[in-house]
C-alpha cells in the first residue's frame, strides 16, 4: 500500500504502517487546545463563583421567601452534634461529607459548597474568581466563532459534524462498537461521533454562551429578550451549571475513547493533523 497524505505529498509513514492522512486542520486543532485551556479555568472559576451562593433555582427570582431550588449544597448538625455535608437535589438531601458541603481536615473542615481542590482560587474568593472566570469566557467565545466561521468555509461542519441520514441508520451499529471498544481508524467520524461532536458544539457550547450573557445586568439591558427565552436570571444559571455539567461528562468519556482508541495516534492527529489509518479498514475500503 502506498503510503501517503490526502494531497498526494510524499510519504510520511513505511508502508507496512498504514496510510497517513491529514485529519483535522489548522482552525480546527488551535481551537481544539483553546477550549481544552480554556474550560480548565472556566470550571474551577465558575465553582469558585458558585461556592459564592449555592443553590440553584428555577425562575425569575429567588431568596428566604421562596421554594423553588432544585439543588441546594451546605452543612447542617445532625442529631449527634457533629456536622456534616448535604446536598439537596429536588427536595431529596444526600450526605456528601468530605466533597460537598464540607470537605477538608477533620479537625479544621472547611464549610463550602465545593472543596478547595476544585476551585480557582482555592480559598473563597469572588472577585478573584470572576475576573478569571470573564477572561477565559471571552477566549472561549472568540474560539467558539472562529471554529464556527472556518467550519462553514471549508465544509468541516457539513462534512464532518453534522450527522447524516446514514449515519442516524448507522448510529445502533456505532453504538455497539464503541460499547465493546472497537474502533475503526478510517479517518472520519462515525454516527455516534457526529452526534456528539454536534451536540458539544452546535448546542452546549451556544447554550453555555447564551446562558452566561443572561445572567449578565449589562447584557439584560441590551439584550432583554435574553431573559425571556431561559426564563429569567435564576434558571439561566441553572441552565449554565447543567451546561457545564454535561461538558465535565463529554470530557471524561473523550479522553476514556482516546486513550481506548490508541492514545499516540490520536493525540498525533489533534496536535499534527497526521492520522494513521488503520491497513486493514483501508484495505476494505479499496475493495468496496
Known amino acids: 500500500m502506498t503510503v501517503v497524505d490526502e494531497i498526494g505529498e510524499a510519504p510520511l509513514e513505511p508502508p507496512e504502517s498504514g496510510r497517513v492522512i491529514r485529519r483535522h486542520g489548522l482552525a480546527t486543532r488551535l481551537t481544539h487546545w483553546t477550549w481544552?485551556?480554556?474550560?480548565?479555568?472556566?470550571?474551577?472559576?465558575?465553582?469558585?463563583?458558585?461556592?459564592?451562593?449555592?443553590?440553584?433555582?428555577?425562575?425569575?427570582?429567588?431568596?428566604?421567601?421562596?421554594?423553588?431550588?432544585?439543588?441546594?449544597?451546605?452543612?447542617?448538625?445532625?442529631?449527634?452534634?457533629?456536622?456534616?455535608?448535604?446536598?439537596?437535589?429536588?427536595?431529596?438531601?444526600?450526605?456528601?461529607?468530605?466533597?460537598?458541603?464540607?470537605?477538608?481536615?477533620?479537625?479544621?473542615?472547611?464549610?463550602?459548597?465545593?472543596?478547595?481542590?476544585?476551585?480557582?482560587?482555592?480559598?473563597?474568593?469572588?472577585?478573584?474568581?470572576?475576573?478569571?472566570?470573564?477572561?477565559?469566557?471571552?477566549?472561549?467565545?472568540?474560539?467558539?466563532?472562529v471554529w464556527l466561521a472556518s467550519s462553514l468555509i471549508n465544509g468541516h461542519l457539513r462534512r464532518d459534524i453534522l450527522p447524516s441520514l446514514a449515519d442516524v441508520k448507522a448510529l445502533p451499529k456505532s453504538i455497539a462498537d464503541h460499547l465493546r471498544f472497537r474502533f475503526h481508524h478510517d479517518g472520519k467520524y462515525n454516527g455516534l461521533q457526529k452526534f456528539a461532536y454536534a451536540g458539544v458544539l452546535l448546542v452546549i457550547f451556544p447554550g453555555i454562551i447564551l446562558t452566561g450573557l443572561t445572567m449578565s445586568p449589562g447584557m439584560n439591558a441590551a439584550w432583554p429578550w435574553l431573559l425571556d427565552v431561559f426564563g429569567g436570571r435564576?434558571?439561566?444559571?441553572?441552565?449554565?451549571?447543567?451546561?457545564?455539567?454535561?461538558?465535565?461528562?463529554?470530557?471524561v468519556i473523550h479522553i476514556v475513547m482516546v486513550l481506548a482508541a490508541g492514545p499516540l495516534n490520536e493525540m498525533r492527529s489533534i496536535i499534527t493533523g497526521r492520522y494513521r489509518i488503520n491497513p486493514q479498514t483501508s484495505e476494505k475500503e479499496e475493495h468496496r
Open 234 to 251: 435564576q434558571t439561566a444559571r441553572t441552565l449554565h451549571f447543567v451546561c457545564m455539567t454535561l461538558l465535565v461528562g463529554f470530557f
Open 36 to 145: 481544552a485551556i480554556a474550560l480548565f479555568f472556566l470550571l474551577l472559576s465558575g465553582l469558585q463563583i458558585f461556592n459564592a451562593h449555592p443553590s440553584l433555582y428555577i425562575g425569575q427570582q429567588s431568596g428566604f421567601e421562596f421554594d423553588n431550588a432544585i439543588l441546594k449544597i451546605g452543612a447542617i448538625r445532625g442529631d449527634d452534634g457533629v456536622p456534616k455535608g448535604v446536598t439537596t437535589i429536588l427536595g431529596r438531601s444526600f450526605t456528601t461529607t468530605g466533597v460537598l458541603g464540607m470537605s477538608g481536615a477533620t479537625e479544621n473542615p472547611s464549610f463550602r459548597g465545593f472543596p478547595t481542590w476544585a476551585t480557582l482560587p482555592s480559598y473563597q474568593d469572588l472577585s478573584t474568581g470572576r475576573v478569571i472566570h470573564f477572561f477565559f469566557a471571552w477566549f472561549f467565545v472568540a474560539a467558539f466563532l
